[in-house]
């Protein structure tokens, strides 16, 4: 990624794609994953929060703000892929710390989701909250608006998704991330918002080929490469076990 700039190759990523093609982040939870997806030929990375808390010692939404900042600057450093971090709602530091934060460790986007505490946010008050980060960060970085109707029971979440999108794309979010909606309601939204549309890989479905079909331009997986290779480790140390116990 020599004399190119990482914000701007995230970006044109994004967007120089073709029908039907999304871009696939792998979801790098250390150095070690990162520096394996990237020599696999991956052109970006992401970092889960989940993947990385586990990594750390801790459950996922209980990472401290230095822990996850620190893994992510690590992250970055491994890697001459740009790189996007999960940094759930920002820990509670306002948008300035925020930005400077994440510019510090170097990643070049971030997902920044709109639920706490297990309950959504007001989609106003989100819509601000999102202003404020893009302001602090510039127009560089890539403003990923995770909308979270799916995951916390909203009553019409196609509706209230395509409401959202478009007051976060208002307030200058780069991409959309409506985690959980099924493929027929990702199509629509696709279709109707203006903006990269995250749709969110796992195992028995759906697929990335899945998610790029409907329009997703965007494909993650979360914390779960992270968990299937937690599984493996869990697996061989169950073999490991069963041979000196025998």
């Not at 696939?24 to 070690?32: C, E, H």
């Not at 010692?57 to 971090?85: L, Q």
Request: charged share 25%.
């Amino acid at each position: 990624m020599s004399g190119t700039d990482p914000a701007a190759r995230l970006r044109e990523l994004h967007h120089d794609r073709k029908p039907g093609e999304a871009l696939v982040l792998p979801g790098a939870w250390d150095p070690a994953s990162a520096r394996i997806f990237a020599e696999a030929g991956f052109a970006a990375l992401a970092t889960p929060s989940a993947g990385v808390s586990a990594s750390l010692g801790h459950a996922d939404g209980e990472c401290p703000a230095e822990e996850m900042f620190a893994a992510v600057a690590r992250i970055v450093r491994a890697v001459e892929v740009p790189v996007s971090a999960d940094i759930e709602r920002g820990y509670g530091l306002p948008p300035r710390e925020i930005a400077e934060r994440l510019l510090d460790a170097g990643a070049v986007g971030c997902n920044l989701e709109d639920s706490v505490s297990g309950g959504l946010v007001a989609a106003g008050e989100q819509a601000e909250f999102l202003a404020g980060v893009r302001e602090a960060l510039g127009r560089g970085p890539f403003v990923n608006a995770r909308i979270d109707v799916y995951l916390r029971g909203a009553e019409q979440p196609l509706e209230e998704a395509l409401a959202r999108g478009r007051a976060y794309v208002e307030a200058g979010a780069d991409g959309v991330y409506p985690i959980g909606a099924p493929l027929d309601d990702l199509a629509v939204l696709t279709r109707e918002l203006s903006v990269p549309v995250n749709g969110l890989a796992l195992d028995g479905g759906p697929s990335p080929a899945e998610l790029s079909a409907v329009g997703c331009a965007r494909v993650t997986f979360g914390g779960g490469l992270a968990a299937r290779a937690y599984e493996g480790v869990r697996e061989m140390a169950a073999e490991l076990r069963r041979g000196l116990f025998r």
